[in-house]
């Protein structure tokens, strides 16, 4: 019997599941899969959540995406041939897409794909990084975020860094006893549009987003600390943006680097649109899980938002596109 994918999807979306709460909606795609005859490997992450492997035969594809969202929840609804709620492009449709096609191609005799969903992807892929020590044979992985049905040529991989600048506190009245930390921050910022940083040929510019400031105590005290907290999208290795970055700041700022997650360049197939992406995903956390492709059904710029949603036609004709992507994959 087929299933309808928007209601599989509506069901998903039904279920809440932002991230660390994942457990109601693990089990349900655990139960599903069992349901139907999958041999099933639910994976735990911490208590009450986990990953959820489903294989056949193994030794093929694996579709793999992720089950928990960004708060708040925001419950489903179709309207206007749209399926809006959180997690409908972001990445509970893409779930649904992927279970309805993996299960088209098993009851049509293809066991060479494999189901991976993980949790944790949208607060430090603690999910995927577990993930990556089961038993995996596959030789491809086609993991699912929205690219608008467009197959990712590449991502841009992300670097977060702290600039600091440290002054001398002394009351306001008396602005000579002291020495500002915002007034050298407020230099700073500027110059980093002007900073030379290196591009790539299919991922573009390497871009920085000021993305938060803190300085100061009070509005009658000269600040002893100023601090912004950036968030670099990269196009290749760190190294040279660091040494720009380290430039930068000699002598005028103190620079502390934090999370990393390097740039992608993804495996694509004759016959399907190209493109590369901004966002970050779980992918280069998955090493084991074989070539990488990024696709899925939605856009990026309405996830995370209200009103999130997927087309209803775009959602049903991805079961179709995954269906392609792991046939052309296999040896016949």
């Not at 005859?37 to 911490?46: F, S």
């Not at 100061?216 to 907290?229: D, M, Q």
Request: with cysteine.
């Amino acid at each position: 019997m087929s299933v309808d994918v928007v209601a599989l999807a509506a069901e998903l979306l039904a279920i809440p599941s932002t991230t660390r709460e994942e457990g109601r909606a693990v089990d349900f795609v655990a139960r599903w899969l069992v349901a139907r005859g999958w041999n099933v490997t639910v994976q735990e992450v911490t208590p009450g959540r986990g990953n959820v492997w489903a294989s056949r035969k193994g030794g093929g594809v694996t579709l793999s995406t992720h089950l928990d969202t960004v708060p708040p929840y925001v419950a489903p609804r179709s309207e206007a041939g749209k399926l809006f709620g959180r997690g409908a492009c972001d990445a509970k449709g893409i779930a649904a897409a992927m279970l309805v096609a993996a299960d088209r191609l098993a009851t049509a005799g293809e066991e060479r794909v494999d189901l991976l969903f993980v949790v944790g992807e949208e607060r430090g892929s603690d999910g995927a990084r577990i993930a990556n020590q089961l038993p995996a044979t596959s030789k491809f992985l086609i993991n699912g975020e929205p690219t608008e049905s467009i197959l990712a040529s590449g991502s841009k991989g992300a670097l977060r860094f702290i600039a600091r600048t440290r002054g001398r506190e002394a009351h306001s009245a008396y602005p000579h006893l002291g020495e500002s930390a915002i007034e050298p921050m407020l230099r700073l910022l500027p110059e980093l549009q002007a900073l030379k940083m290196p591009s790539d040929e299919i991922l573009g510019e390497t871009t920085i987003n000021i993305g938060l400031i803190r300085g100061g105590t009070e509005a009658n005290i000269i600040p002893g600390l100023a601090e912004a907290e950036m968030m670099i999208r990269l196009v290749g290795d760190p190294a040279p943006v660091k040494t720009v970055i380290d430039k930068w700041a000699d002598g005028r700022a103190e620079v502390e680097y934090g999370a990393y997650t390097p740039a992608m360049h993804f495996h694509t197939v004759p016959g399907f649109d190209q493109k590369p992406v901004a966002f970050a995903t779980d992918v280069p956390l998955l090493t084991n899980w074989g070539t990488p492709l990024l696709f899925g059904p939605g856009s990026i710029h309405v996830a995370h938002t209200p009103d999130e949603f997927v087309a209803v036609d775009e959602l049903r004709a991805s079961v179709d596109h995954y269906e392609r992507l792991v046939r052309s994959l296999l040896p016949v």
